[in-house]
């Protein structure tokens, strides 16, 4: 298995030849697919290999679109998208050599190809890249019919008669009953539909046919051997990847698997990687202070978040790096930190892998905050419980030493405590999960959420045990 630093060693003559664009180009229609180096100020350029496509390093995810109360789609279930907002992010993206947009039909309650569209259209159609997915998560959407409405619509609310970047969406994932490979055959195969797709991907409504992975290493391993043995062609394929989960990913959960084989098996065929959470859900954007020091003694100039996006974007198979960001101050950072890319060196990178194992030590839940799991059917807030128990983790304030007659000890927990009721009312807290697990087929990170539950209800009553 090839290590990280020996292909960042060859990424970094890629990277000091990476092709740049300005804004508003076509982006599709280059004569050359020659890199050139890029000047101080500029978006870094990745090139696909398989098209020639000129995308840059940052990719906009669009998952996370702002609503009218300024938080994000996934935060608040019912406001509006600020269509305001969308457009302007928009904007300021594809003016900094942001061209590559994801977007899901599952996003935003349905609404984020919509919204997507609206912003994308009012520019010149060859000056952007949009990918989205077939999302048939439920078995209702099955069908051969099901799944070609599916398709259109998305064409349709995007307002485009192709899609540049077309994945079949989470493969590996299970699906209620079904096994992650059942639910592959059940959700593209049984139905016809990957040979469909492939017929639109020849008639040009489709320019690139890849995958997102999550789950089940089978489901992965499969599909690339189909691609070697010639039944399928990958264009491009997406996978988590980050300094986390390059070596940790299976030690945090077993079934999962670490980035760097994903990657590996991607890049010695030539398969361009599309990177998603590269911050875990935002997880390593903020650090406990113990790490953020040493993150500081290294380099005082970067944020957490910089460092971690330097780690995604460095390797020369990666194509775009996703970001979901609500926020413009966001997105300026993220622009920020591809316009060029300072790769990383084989000091920086030994020291993210070396601190990885800090953060893994952290025990947090490796949620991402994707909302997959949601509703639960009994009421808990799967996604805040976690965010507030990994939150305390990362900024060190959860009691884990003294006792009773501690003042600080009791003053943290007490804290801990209130905090906890702030965040979470308490019908929907942990304590009430009865183990169904009717949420844990649909979680991407393959998190057995009601074990979690049970660990985190655990702790929070011994602690009010003891304030009792």
């Known amino acids: 298995m090839m290590k990280r630093r020996e292909f960042i060693k060859k990424s970094l003559g890629a990277v000091a030849a990476t092709a740049i664009v300005p804004a508003f180009v076509d982006c599709k229609k280059q004569e050359t697919t020659e890199n050139t180096v890029p000047e101080e100020g500029e978006m870094t350029i990745r090139i696909n290999p398989n098209t020639g496509d000129r995308v840059g390093l940052l990719g906009y995810g669009m998952m996370r679109l702002p609503v009218m109360d300024g938080s994000s789609a996934r935060e608040n279930k019912t406001d509006e998208i600020d269509q305001e907002k969308v457009n302007e992010q928009v904007d300021y ?55 070609q409405e599916m398709f259109e619509r998305s064409l349709k609310y995007l307002q ?38 492939t017929e639109q991907k020849e008639k040009g409504r489709i320019r690139n046919l890849g995958f997102s992975y999550h789950g089940d290493i089978r489901v992965f391993d499969m599909l690339l051997q189909w691609h070697d043995e010639g039944r399928y062609h990958w264009d491009f394929a997406q996978i988590e990847l980050n300094y986390l989960d390059w070596n940790y990913a299976n030690e945090i959960n077993p079934r999962n698997t670490d980035a760097v084989y994903l990657y590996e098996e991607l890049w010695k065929r030539g398969i361009p990687s ?72 084989e000091e920086e990178e030994k020291f993210l892998l070396d601190l990885a194992e800090d953060v893994y030590n952290l025990k947090a839940v490796p949620c991402t905050a994707c909302n997959y799991c949601m509703p639960c059917p009994y009421g808990l807030n799967i996604p805040a419980v976690f965010a507030y128990y990994n939150k305390c983790l990362s900024e060190g304030l959860t009691p884990t030493s003294g006792g009773g007659a501690d003042s600080e000890f009791k003053r943290a927990r007490r804290q801990w405590l209130v905090g906890y009721d702030r965040a979470v009312p308490r019908m929907r807290q942990a304590s009430h999960c009865i183990g169904c697990r009717e949420c844990v087929s649909h979680c991407p990170q393959r998190i057995q959420i009601p074990e979690e539950m049970k660990r985190i209800d655990e702790y929070v009553e011994g602690m009010r045990i003891v304030e009792s």
């Open 160 to 197: 485009t008669d192709y899609v540049d970047y077309l994945l079949l969406h989470g493969i590996g994932m299970s699906a209620g009953d079904k096994d992650a490979m059942q639910a592959f055959y059940g959700r593209y195969m049984d139905n016809g539909i990957l040979d469909w797709l």
């Open 274 to 345: 599309v990177i998603m959470e590269p911050l875990l859900g935002g997880r390593l954007a903020r650090q406990p202070e113990g790490i953020y020091r040493k993150m500081l003694k290294m380099n005082s100039n970067l944020t957490p978040a910089q460092w971690a996006m330097r780690f995604a974007g460095t390797p020369e198979g990666v194509l775009t790096v996703l970001s979901g960001m609500t926020q413009t101050e966001h997105l300026i950072e993220n622009v920020r930190t591809f316009s060029p890319l300072n790769a990383l060196t």
């Open 93 to 147: 993206a594809l003016a900094h050599g942001v061209n590559y947009f994801d977007t899901s039909p599952a996003y935003c309650r349905g609404k984020s190809e919509e919204s997507t569209g609206i912003a994308l259209s009012r520019h010149k159609r060859d000056t952007y890249y949009i990918a989205t997915k077939l999302s048939n998560f439920s078995q209702e959407t099955w069908s051969r019919k099901e799944s």
